[in-house]
């Protein structure tokens, strides 16, 4: 779900923006008339000082001519064409709302699109471009994700604004001149009542000569001068067509090396149909084993236009989980795509696509220890790893759970039941979902805060880990509830089987009228945590970069939290109980509401 940052800005974070202006500089000092050619890269002063050599051995002195010139072709960008211009467009004129392009104009480092905006209506408007929300910029054959605006205009008032597109961005596109821009906006009043305009098109004076089967982004990736450029390497790439919905179909796959050895698979789509589509990656398998669930990404796509997206493969699998798990190196990445027109309300099926990474060994090099193996599930224990954010101190036991049945099967944990070292700690445990014959990768969070508090810095200090799970069917009818103890002292771990699938369906006759301990301590644990929760975000200093960090930990605790009080109000509660749980979320809930309004 992760994808957090456009899919360009994973090459792009190699290099600053000082870099790329200085050798934009030197491009355009050899730029000559205008033309927008390769750089040659001859010494003319050394050609001047041969001429005499050149005479005596002209058909020699020619063809090395021919293979410098050839060699520096391949290593050294071409420029950025700047010439290309607009005549002023009315884009949109309705209801009052008028939005004309006005402008092309080049910076340094970015293509800026001028507009103008008039609100003749009744109502103040926002205006936005280039948002999650709303998205369908384009530039020549290819979505481009820059473009962000966002401009507020009073009834009856004007203003202007630019949208920007980054040269670096379209060269990774293979584009290096603009010929055709698609823009659209979302057009908003105060009640939040929104109007879309569509993709409307803006075309430039070189759009009539320019050849656009020669923006390609898989022969971009290619090119040793984006790679020198930005510092990275292409590892694999393909144009095998791998998916193919009709309309949508997956068309190239590369994937590339950073500098920091961080690697991305990039995708791209074609859309061949006459509508836009919202394309979504989502259920992310490394090497055979599921390690993200859900949507990672989504993406749109006009019609007749091409879009990238990417995996971060260090985003969807932290680098410390590698060894414990056993993978040596990315080698088959398998995922789900969903398709869905923007004119309907559901997706298409998704279609499972696996990109296999040629000359990778995709075997796990660790089996794991079987810490469970019954009901037609495997779980083995595979390790302990370390949170490979650098400002986090919280540990992870790894487990992997195959589902070696033909049923669909979910697994939770038994709220309050994990230890450590046989001190009881907070962490966090979410529920997942197995389908059939699937790997998956079952994570136990252990909180920093409570390894703290029992003097846990590190891996070594832990000695046994125990927590209970529960096991369900596919109508979330309980089938097993079992312990599992890994004693990293030994070498095995052996579960305790609480109870049967007979037994642990059941729950022993309990007094309406009665209150459990344990019930009353999840319950008062919960308005604990959030009396310091609201007492935190009450004085929260947002220039204290202490704080802030703390903030982080604290929005993860309260979401834990929040999903286990929630999972408890789904239980069998005795009358008593159910009436002690209501008013202490009563109470919460006003809290909650009074720090809202300071």
């Known amino acids: 779900m992760k994808k957090l940052m456009s899919w360009m800005m994973t090459v792009l974070i190699v290099c600053t923006m000082m870099g790329c202006g200085q050798k934009e500089s030197s491009r355009e000092q050899s730029r000559s008339d205008g033309n927008n050619s390769i750089i040659s890269g001859i010494d003319t002063s050394v050609q001047e000082s041969s001429k005499e050599s050149e005479k005596n051995s002209k058909e020699e002195s020619t063809s090395t001519?021919?293979?410098?010139?050839?060699?520096?072709?391949?290593?050294?960008?071409?420029?950025?064409?700047?010439?290309?211009?607009?005549?002023?467009?009315?884009?949109?004129?309705?209801?009052?709302?008028?939005?004309?392009?006005?402008?092309?104009?080049?910076?340094?480092?970015?293509?800026m699109l001028e507009l103008l905006f008039e609100n003749n209506s009744e109502?103040?408007?926002?205006?936005?471009?280039?948002?999650?929300?709303?998205?369908?910029?384009?530039?020549?054959?290819?979505?481009?994700?820059?473009?962000?605006?966002?401009?507020?205009?009073?009834?009856?008032?004007?203003?202007?604004?630019?949208m920007k597109y980054d040269y670096s961005s379209l060269q990774l596109n293979g584009i290096n001149e603009i010929?055709?821009?698609?823009?659209?906006?979302?057009?908003?009043?105060?009640?939040?009542?929104?109007?879309?305009?569509?993709?409307?098109?803006i075309k430039t004076s070189c759009y009539d000569t320019h050849d656009f089967e020669k923006d390609s982004f898989i022969d971009a990736m290619k090119h040793p001068a984006l790679q020198a450029e930005y510092e990275y390497t292409l590892e694999f790439n393909s144009e095998s067509v791998l998916m193919d919905s009709g309309n949508v179909s997956l068309v190239s796959e590369c994937l590339i090396r950073n500098v920091d050895e961080e690697e991305t698979l990039f995708l791209e789509f074609d859309n061949q149909g006459e509508e836009l589509y919202e394309i979504a990656i989502r259920d992310i398998a490394i090497n055979g084993i599921l390690v993200s669930s859900g949507a990672w990404s989504y993406e749109s796509i006009n019609a007749g236009k091409k879009c990238i997206t990417d995996i971060q493969l260090d985003s969807v699998l932290d680098s410390n989980f590698l060894e414990p798990l056993g993978?040596?190196?990315?080698?088959?990445?398998?995922?789900?795509?969903?398709?869905q027109k923007e004119s309907e309300e559901e997706p298409e099926a998704a279609i499972p696509v696996s990109v296999i990474i040629d000359g990778r060994k995709s075997e796990s090099s660790s089996e794991g220890e079987v810490v469970y193996n019954q009901n037609d599930m495997l779980i083995r224990f595979m390790g302990i790893a370390e949170d490979d954010y650098e400002y986090s101190s919280d540990l992870y036991v790894l487990l992997i759970v195959s589902n070696l049945g033909q049923k669909e099967r979910s697994i939770s944990d038994v709220y309050n039941s994990l230890s450590v070292n046989g001190f009881m700690i907070d962490y966090s445990i979410y529920s997942t979902h197995i389908i059939p014959e699937q790997n998956q990768l079952f994570k136990v969070k252990l909180w920093e805060s409570g390894l703290e508090k029992n003097k846990i810095s590190v891996v070594e200090d832990i000695t046994d880990v125990e927590f209970s799970l529960k096991l369900r069917d596919e109508k979330y009818k309980d089938i097993d509830q079992f312990t599992i103890k890994i004693d990293l002292n030994e070498e095995s771990s052996k579960p305790e089987d609480k109870s049967s699938a007979e037994s642990s369906s059941q729950t022993e006759s309990v007094s309406e009228s009665v209150i459990r301990p344990e019930v009353k301590a999840a319950i008062d644990e919960y308005e604990s945590f959030m009396d310091t929760y609201i007492d935190f975000i009450n004085n929260l200093d947002t220039t204290d970069l202490n704080a802030l960090a703390k903030y982080g930990e604290m929005m993860s605790k309260y979401a834990d939290f929040t999903e286990k009080f929630g999972e408890l109000g789904e239980k069998d509660l005795t009358t008593a109980e159910l009436q002690y749980y209501t008013e202490v979320l009563n109470r919460v809930n006003q809290k909650l509401i009074s720090a809202s309004g300071k």
Do not use: H, W
């Not at 993978?327 to 398709?339: T, W």
């Open 123 to 162: 109502k103040d408007l926002e205006f936005y471009a280039g948002t999650r929300g709303y998205s369908c910029n384009a530039v020549n054959n290819y979505m481009f994700s820059g473009g962000y605006l966002s401009t507020s205009v009073t009834s009856g008032k004007k203003a202007t604004d630019t």
């Open 179 to 201: 010929a055709e821009l698609t823009v659209g906006f979302q057009i908003q009043d105060k009640e939040k009542n929104a109007v879309y305009t569509g993709p409307l098109q």
């Open 327 to 339: 993978i040596e190196e990315f080698a088959q990445i398998g995922f789900n795509i969903s398709v």
């Open 65 to 111: 001519s021919e293979e410098e010139s050839k060699q520096q072709e391949s290593t050294v960008l071409d420029v950025f064409n700047k010439a290309p211009v607009i005549s002023e467009t009315v884009l949109y004129d309705q209801d009052g709302v008028k939005i004309t392009a006005t402008g092309l104009e080049y910076g340094n480092y970015s293509a």
